[in-house]
């Protein structure tokens, strides 16, 4: 009566009806969902990795050094100077490319240790739900409602601007949120059976979080690492407009806004010199809107929502 | 929308489905779910659909009313409802029909609700929206059919939210909800699977009157045999989404044709022989457990002897699983010890030893949540293989070919993952899983309760076959009374967190019987198509001295 299943008269526990899906390699399916990507994606990842590759080849792409200064400061956009020169008279391309390092590198840094914090806090809590859990949720109640800018500016104002305390605010700051995402998707996965099965057989904490709730919670802590290492880059863009973020001669491009701000007011007399702050603002719209297409996308692949066909 | 002014004879054929193909779109591709399948359902008439999971019965049961979840498609066939065509009507057409000329009862009446509107706003919704009864007449009639239905209170019920009641009698909402408009067809889809089997009786009794009394045809799906010889006149097999026979009830009961029909037949017949065993290998003495204030266990004393079945049976809320949790120690008592092996185990899992974990194991209800779906097969059941015994590599990747041999799959599983398998080979992966450690005693809780009848019996098979083997003690927690005569040696029935008794399983399983257990097991379904209606007189019988 059927050519594709067995002998349909007779029970084999193998041959079960269910379980005829093909199976496919990792590779196979990254090479398809790649695939299936749509253009948004595609525009996200290949600025992301351009951005990237500039962050790291930064030293043979640029011009000239990072901190190198010229004679003539405000020098319009020339041959020699693609971008002019800044108010003491460096290579603004240089430093766009010496940015893209500093800015991107310190913003990747501080979201680890945001995740690290966070995340293992929250996994914690969530498998603790004791006195443990209630405590860590206070206290990132208590620090989630002082805001968070004004917070850092405090702390940066005591502790001093290095990029060390910079990191380290920042990171203790945002890992409030990333706690509380953990927490709340990994009470879900807690109290799934399979971790009581881990629980009975006798595994340790480490064990029961790494092997058995983390793959499980992956796909939001992914998205939200993206959204998050956003965040974190306009905070240190913002604080370094402000004065108190990376500080020179280290460039980066909050400063480096703050910096040529006032050239936007010659825009009338030499447009070229008005786009020039413009640049690093428009570096860092164009990798957060970038990064946030990626995270659009992978959200919708994993969420389980399908198109109708 | 009163198209029958005069009652439609019963007899008239309404729903004709004729070599009806439905795909389903799923890694890439579409694949066939439905072959061509005919059907013919007359006024009135109740047919019963039964198969193993992936048969196809909740499509075509779905298809019935002209609709298809996303991502599935009806590429063939008629599906004529009353004259209409359902396959070319639009969506506006079909809606109409919705909800007013034929309804749909689910499985999970909990999650079919809206949480935030009362009950009775709820079941007269259809009716009202598409004015076949002004409100005030439809609230009245609702009460109605919740008295019908038996549900308590049937004049205020209404005005609760579907959290204030139970599952049983959210069910019997639902019932009414469908039933409201009075619909020429309701589909049933497993609407009593997710209940206990002494609330499931009242609420298939419900079902039997309300749809009879309104010569009302219904399809009702399930995989419960026994359930569907109760409410069925005409029962279809379905197999890999073709149709393997169709014939009247009483018929398909005692002359099934094909072999496969008869198959999911025999699987009720499966007994093992009980023996009494001496040795006590695991003893809960007078323990009391409690979930924070609320006491849950009860002085509960049971001794479950060397190498033998136990079974504990009760409904849910009786402490079957507690007990377990008990013994495991996931939930230390208050009061009371468990001994294994004659030595006390420490109430906190913490506290106990490496082997002492060893050699208790489990298995849960739910194959799906009890394998981490990010796990391989392989790393699923190497891991107490390398936790417990520490092999490695190429030693351990050996003892799980082995084990996966045990429970008669093969090695191409190793690197499966838990969703590219069935329901049923999810389960022998847990089972292969508790055996990887090497225990004496297994807890099996629920283990085939969420499985197909067939599937059913080759677990058990298996089970009855591995304790032959390594001489494993069970306890089996269930409240399928035809489970309980295929594997136990002894039963213990529970009640309300207490030991109504315990004793070998043709004791238990003869008069006399006390008065809860003698409830319980003259509520579990019989094959017998007249079953119902005989429970029924006699429990009418009992009651009207009184």
Redo the contacts between chains.
């Keep these: 009566m059927t050519d594709t299943q067995d002998n349909p008269e007779t029970y084999s526990a193998a041959a079960e009806v269910g379980a005829v899906r093909k199976r496919r390699t990792r590779w196979e399916r990254i090479r398809l969902a790649l695939k299936k990507a749509p253009p948004t994606a595609w525009f996200g990842m290949i600025v992301v990795a351009l951005y990237c590759f500039t962050a790291i080849f930064a030293p043979w792409l640029a011009p000239y050094g990072e901190a190198e200064i010229f004679l003539e400061p405000y020098a319009p956009w020339s041959a020699e100077h693609v971008f002019g020169t800044d108010q003491i008279g460096r290579d603004i391309l240089s430093r766009m490319i010496y940015g893209a390092r500093n800015t991107m590198g310190i913003a990747l840094v501080t979201t680890f240790l945001a995740f690290l914090i966070g995340g293992g806090l929250g996994l914690i809590a969530a498998i603790n739900r004791s006195w443990l859990d209630q405590f860590l949720s206070r206290a990132v109640d208590v620090l989630m409602a002082i805001p968070s800018l004004i917070f850092a500016l405090m702390l940066l104002s005591i502790f001093g601007s290095t990029v060390m305390s910079l990191i380290l605010i920042i990171a203790v700051l945002d890992s409030t949120r990333v706690f509380r995402l953990t927490r709340s998707v990994a009470v879900n996965v807690v109290v799934m059976d399979y971790v009581e099965a881990a629980r009975l057989r006798g595994e340790g904490l480490v064990w029961i979080m790494r092997r058995e709730i983390l793959p499980n919670i992956m796909p939001p802590l992914v998205a939200e690492f993206g959204l998050r290492f956003c965040f974190v880059f306009l905070t240190i863009a913002a604080l370094s407009f402000l004065g108190v973020g990376i500080q020179p001669p280290t460039a980066d491009w909050g400063s480096m806004v703050r910096d040529n701000a006032s050239l936007i007011q010659f825009a009338k007399y030499d447009l070229k010199a008005g786009l020039t702050p413009l640049l690093p603002a428009a570096a860092i719209a164009l990798l957060t809107v970038a990064v946030n297409f990626i995270v659009d996308w992978f959200l919708h692949k994993t969420s389980g929502l399908r198109d109708d066909h | 929308m009163t198209t029958e002014t005069k009652t439609p004879e019963k007899g008239d054929v309404l729903l004709k489905m004729r070599d009806v193909r439905i795909e389903g ?4 591709q579409w694949h066939r779910i439905i ?1 061509g399948v005919d059907l013919t359902l007359h006024r009135g008439e109740v047919m019963g659909l039964i198969g ?4 196809g019965k909740s499509t075509l049961g779905l298809a019935a009313m002209g609709y298809t979840q ?2 599935v ?1 009806i590429t063939g066939g008629s599906i004529e409802f009353d004259g209409i065509d359902l396959v070319a009507a639009s969506e506006a057409e079909k809606r109409r029909l919705w909800g007013t000329r034929i309804a749909y009862v689910a499985q999970s009446a909990a999650a079919s609700f809206n949480p935030a509107h009362r009950l009775l706003d709820q079941t007269i919704e259809a009716t009202t929206r598409m004015n076949i009864l002004p409100e005030a007449e439809a609230r009245r009639d609702a009460i109605e059919l919740y008295r019908d239905l038996q549900l308590p209170d049937p004049e205020h019920i209404g005005e609760r939210y579907p959290h204030q009641v139970s599952g049983g009698q959210l069910q019997r909402v639902m019932t009414a909800m469908a039933m409201s408009p009075r619909p020429d067809l309701i589909i049933f889809d497993e609407p009593t699977t997710a209940l206990d089997v002494t609330t499931q009786v009242e609420v298939l009794a419900a079902m039997r009157k309300i749809v009879e009394e309104h010569h009302t045809a219904a399809i009702y799906i399930t995989h419960d045999l026994a359930v569907v010889a109760q409410m069925a006149d005409v029962i279809k097999v379905l ?2 989404g ?1 149709e393997v026979e169709e014939a009247e009830t009483r018929q398909m009961l005692t002359h099934p044709e094909k ?2 029909t008869r ?1 999911l037949w025999s699987v009720r017949a499966l007994q093992k022989r009980e023996e009494k065993g001496d040795d006590v290998h695991l003893s809960i003495e007078g323990v009391d457990a409690a979930y924070g204030s609320a006491k849950v266990l009860h002085d509960v004393t049971i001794s479950i002897p060397r190498g033998k079945t136990v079974a504990i049976v009760g409904e849910s809320g009786s402490g079957k699983s507690t007990t377990a949790r008990v013994i ?3 939930l230390p008592q208050t009061k009371g010890v468990v001994r294994f092996n004659g030595e006390v185990l420490p109430p906190r ?1 913490q506290d ?1 030893s ?1 082997e002492q ?1 060893q050699r208790i ?2 298995i ?1 209800q ?1 194959a799906d ?7 391989t097969v392989g790393e699923i059941i190497g ?2 293989l390398e ?2 015994l520490g092999l490695k590599g190429r030693a351990r990747e050996k003892r799980v070919i082995e084990l996966l041999e045990m ?4 090695e191409s ?1 190793i ?2 993952f838990p969703s ?6 999810k389960q ?1 992966i847990c089972i292969a ?1 508790a055996l990887a ?1 090497e225990p004496e005693f297994i807890i099996c809780d629920e283990v085939t309760s969420a499985l197909d009848q ?2 059913q ?2 677990i058990l098979k ?1 089970l009855l076959r591995l304790q032959k083997e390594f001489g494993i003690t069970y306890m089996f927690i269930t409240h399928d009374i035809a489970t309980v005569k295929a594997i136990s040696d002894e039963i213990v029935v529970m009640y309300q967190g207490r030991v109504v008794e315990q004793g070998m399983k043709s004791e238990v399983l003869s008069p006399p019987y006390p008065e809860y257990t003698r409830l319980l097991l003259s509520s579990v379904p019989e094959m017998d198509p007249d079953w119902l209606t005989r429970l029924l007189a006699e429990r009418e019988a009992e009651q009207a001295p009184a």
């Excluded at chain 2, 779109?25 to 890439?28: A, I, P, R, V």
Aim: proline content about 7%.
């Design positions: 779109f799923s890694d890439e072959k193993e999971s992936g048969a996303p991502g498609r197999r890999y073709e072999p496969y198959s495991t120690g996931l899992l106990r490496k974990l194991q489990m849960y739910m949540t009890a394998m981490n779906p990010r796990q891991r107490p936790f417990y429970i008669e799959l093969d599983f690197d499966r590219e398998l069935s329901g049923g080979q022998r899983r450690a067939i599937v019996e080759g298996l």
